[in-house]
């Protein structure tokens, strides 16, 4: 990973459902972050397929195969030190004064973008089952540009 990465897919909350949508709205990543509540090992391994996979567990991962993912992450992306959790109300860092550009979560099956004090603060939103109201989305980031470039890609509004 490092310097020459451009886009980044991110996805979170599968619940062990993989969407065609959500492997064609990822495809062309660089690098694909799940942050968690991933739900079943083949998903991580389709998402690989598509590029390499930084992901996290969330708390309704378990079993073997979700212990060998760890709580948090880091990845290098770009001109970016993204760090991963599932929980952004877990978060137990100053992320400005640890040196990280991002900050990616999940849980709460809501998409969003902040920014506080110069860290950006991402959700790319649930891409599992649909949950309340809810959409159903992913997240790519762009490096190409400056200010970096955010797009939330609903999933169900590309079903054909």
Same mark, same amino acid.
């Given at each position: 990973?490092?310097?020459?990465?451009?886009?980044?897919?991110?996805?979170?909350?599968?619940?062990?459902?993989?969407?065609?949508?959500? %492997?064609?709205? #990822?495809?062309?990543?660089?690098? !694909?972050?799940?942050? =968690?509540d991933?739900? @079943? *090992?083949?998903?991580?391994?389709?998402?690989?397929?598509?590029?390499?996979?930084?992901?996290?567990?969330?708390?309704i991962?378990?079993?073997?195969?979700?212990?060998?993912?760890?709580?948090?992450?880091?990845?290098?992306?770009g001109?970016?030190?993204?760090?991963?959790?599932?929980?952004i109300?877990?978060?137990d %860092?100053?992320? #400005?004064?640890?040196?990280?550009? !991002?900050?990616?979560? =999940?849980?709460?099956? @809501? *998409?969003?973008?902040?920014?506080?004090?110069?860290v950006?603060y991402?959700?790319?939103?649930?891409?599992?089952?649909?949950?309340?109201?809810?959409?159903?989305?992913?997240?790519?980031?762009?490096?190409?540009?400056t200010p970096?470039?955010?797009?939330?890609?609903?999933?169900?509004?590309?079903?054909?």
């Amino acid at each position: 990973m490092g310097k020459s990465l451009k886009t980044v897919g991110l996805i979170s909350d599968t619940h062990g459902v993989l969407r065609d949508e959500a %492997l064609h709205a #990822l495809q062309g990543s660089d690098l !694909i972050i799940h942050a =968690g509540d991933v739900g @079943k *090992p083949e998903i991580v391994d389709a998402l690989k397929a598509l590029a390499p996979v930084v992901a996290v567990r969330g708390n309704i991962d378990q079993g073997a195969w979700a212990a060998a993912l760890p709580t948090t992450a880091v990845a290098e992306a770009g001109p970016a030190i993204i760090y991963v959790l599932h929980d952004i109300h877990e978060l137990d %860092l100053d992320p #400005l004064a640890a040196g990280f550009h !991002i900050v990616v979560s =999940g849980h709460s099956h @809501k *998409p969003s973008r902040t920014e506080r004090a110069g860290v950006l603060y991402l959700n790319p939103g649930s891409a599992g089952p649909r949950r309340f109201k809810l959409p159903v989305t992913v997240a790519r980031l762009d490096f190409g540009q400056t200010p970096w470039k955010v797009d939330f890609i609903d999933l169900c509004s590309m079903a054909t």
